[in-house]
């Protein structure tokens, strides 16, 4: 698994992963050292946050290889320092604050002039 690759590249320590993902240190610690596995929905959950594949997370697949590993690789590297810092916050927010926030910055963006990016049905 190249959880501790990933984490290593983001500058995360286990206890910023752990609170951005809702495991502990000593469970993604063990995840690391191969002495246990995640299971379905924590893989998905780290694979998310890391903006990577599964197959990715698992060794499966190396970065850029699939469709989706190198849309989410490239959009990843595109962002800048600000945008970074900003998506780890809203990765690690209950579902509840994440609407909110997006209900927030949808209010502070569309007044001052910029389309929305959904129509609402």
Do not use: C, W
């Not at 690759?5 to 995840?31: C, D, F, I, W």
């Not at 699939?66 to 809203?90: I, N, Q, S, V, W």
């Amino acid at each position: 698994m190249k959880l501790k690759e990933l984490r290593n590249n983001h500058k995360l320590t286990l206890k910023q992963l752990s609170a951005a993902v809702g495991l502990s240190p000593q469970v993604l610690s063990r995840y690391e050292l191969g002495q246990t596995q995640p299971d379905f929905t924590t893989l998905i959950k780290l694979a998310d946050f890391f903006g990577v594949t599964v197959d990715y997370l698992l060794g499966r697949e190396e970065q850029g290889q699939g469709a989706a590993a190198g849309f989410a690789m490239t959009k990843r590297a595109e962002l800048t320092p600000e945008e970074d810092e900003l998506l780890y916050y809203f990765r690690a927010l209950s579902p509840y604050l994440k609407q909110n926030l997006l209900t927030a910055a949808q209010t502070m963006a569309t007044g001052s002039g910029v389309k929305p990016l959904h129509k609402k049905a």
